[in-house]
């Protein structure tokens, strides 16, 4: 009986581990299907349009942080812009390069200029038919190309672009300079432009997609999960804010706003809208993470000084108030070039206009006349700075102490402060008034 118990124990034992193994089969199977489905590739697709500019930057930014801490299988970059600021342009290329995802550019339309450049970083490139990429040659402010340092570095940048990918470097070089040969491609002296046929030849495609379904499928990620990163309202006034066509209009209608309050009793109109002008310069440039809050503060800081000239003599306040409006502007930026420029257009316009609006427009047009303080202290107006003797004029009289050239004369007997012509005169003299400038009452001696 002994043994038989014992046997039984064991198989009992046998029995309740298989039991035990049976479940967590069952568990382990039961949680695959929920596992399969968590694992699911989840695609981004960012749009990549208008001018190139910091405002897109820090959207870019902040979309790639966004798969990269999703764990997107890809971003697929919608590309349709003609180009922008060179600087923004590098910063986004070294974002792509960065990107721990998978970046895929398509070339919906165009990438022109920047938008090419940006396109040639991306690990994979995609053309919509009759779409263009090229054209990529570095100008400046005015529209001129620019000096022979900064399309150096552009060409250097290109090439290097160009080489990350796997590319031929001598097409993104043939697109920022014309002097560059490609017989087959473009004429001498030209940009390179590239259909999305000729990019598919030479290797700056992977291929011709019709629409993004097409792409998806070509990518083989038709089954991901697709996730939109649009452009709140917050990103587009940044984006317009820093453009590069912007920020003069913004600042110079800053300082005209300033300039006319100085004009103008109390504080109007005219001042609002210029520090308010100047506030959406700082937002714009907040926003794209270009500035910090620092230079607000600068900002603000100056703005007060200025106000308190008003109240304190010696003009240090408001020195000290406009050099801080100032540095704080070209703290704000990351192009010193351009902030020098647009503050010089800023300065120059603000007050030619202001000159124009008080000079010839100030008497013909009400609105101005009620911005602009006109009222003086005239004597027309019955007001009377100081009194003037006309009446003394050829009165004669007798000189009390020597006029060594100015004392104390005797006219109608009344005594009062006269001053020679320059020569003196002595006490118990006689004198006659010559003329008077105010208090100032002019003798010369009678004889």
């Known amino acids: 009986m002994s043994g038989n118990m014992k046997g039984g124990i064991h198989v009992g034992k046998v029995r309740k581990r298989s039991s035990f193994f049976l479940l967590l089969i069952l568990v382990a199977f039961c949680l695959t299907p929920f596992q399969t489905q968590a694992k699911k590739e989840v695609v981004y697709i960012v ?16 979309a790639i942080a966004t798969a990269e801490e999703n764990d997107a299988s890809a971003i697929i970059f919608h590309i349709n812009t003609n180009g922008g600021v060179v600087d923004a342009a590098s910063k986004i290329g070294k974002l792509f390069k960065d990107s721990s995802v998978k970046t895929v550019a398509w070339v919906d339309n165009k990438a022109l200029s ?35 340092k900064a399309q150096s570095y552009w060409l250097s940048a290109m090439e290097s672009a160009a080489e990350n990918s796997g590319r031929d470097p001598q097409y993104a070089m043939a697109m920022a300079d014309g002097n560059i040969s490609i017989p087959d491609l473009k004429k001498d002296g030209e940009l390179l432009t590239l259909t999305n046929n000729s990019a598919e030849v030479v290797g700056y495609s992977e291929g011709t997609v019709e629409n993004q379904a097409q792409l998806l499928s070509v990518l083989g990620i038709e089954n991901a999960e697709m996730r939109n990163v649009d452009e709140t309202i917050a990103d587009k006034v940044a984006r317009f804010i820093t453009n590069p066509a912007v920020i ?24 609002i809208v210029g520090i308010s002008s100047l506030l959406l310069f700082f937002y714009g440039h907040l926003v794209s993470g270009i500035a910090g809050y620092e230079t607000l503060v600068l900002f603000l800081l100056g703005i007060f000084l200025l106000i308190l000239e008003f109240f304190l003599p010696g003009g240090i306040a408001g020195s000290i108030g406009f050099i801080s409006i100032v540095g704080s502007l070209f703290l704000a930026t990351d192009n010193y ?15 030619t206009v202001s000159i124009l609006l008080i000079k ?30 006309v009446e003394l004029i050829g009165k004669i009289g007798i000189a009390l102490t020597p006029l060594r050239p100015s004392g104390i004369a005797l006219i109608d007997d009344e005594r009062i402060d006269v001053v020679t012509e320059g020569n003196f005169i002595d006490p118990d003299k006689a004198i006659i008034v010559v003329k008077t400038e105010g208090s100032r009452i002019v003798v010369r001696e009678h004889k």
């Open 114 to 148: 920047a938008g090419a450049f940006i396109a040639l970083n991306a690990d994979e490139i995609y053309m919509s038919p009759s779409s263009t990429m090229g054209a990529a040659a570095i100008i400046d402010s005015s529209g001129n190309a620019a000096d022979q």
């Open 47 to 62: 749009p990549l349009e208008s001018t190139v500019e910091n405002g897109l930057h820090a959207f870019l930014k902040r």
């Open 337 to 351: 070039k351009l902030m020098a420029v647009s503050l010089l257009i800023a300065v120059v316009v603000s007050l």
């Open 248 to 271: 003069p209009f913004l600042l110079t209608i800053g300082f005209l706003g300033l300039v006319m309050e100085l004009f103008s009793p109390g504080f109007g109109i005219s001042g």
């Open 360 to 389: 010839v427009f100030g008497k013909k047009m009400k609105f101005f006349k009620k911005m602009i303080l006109k009222d003086s202290t005239s004597t027309e107006e019955g007001y009377v700075s100081n009194v003037n003797r």
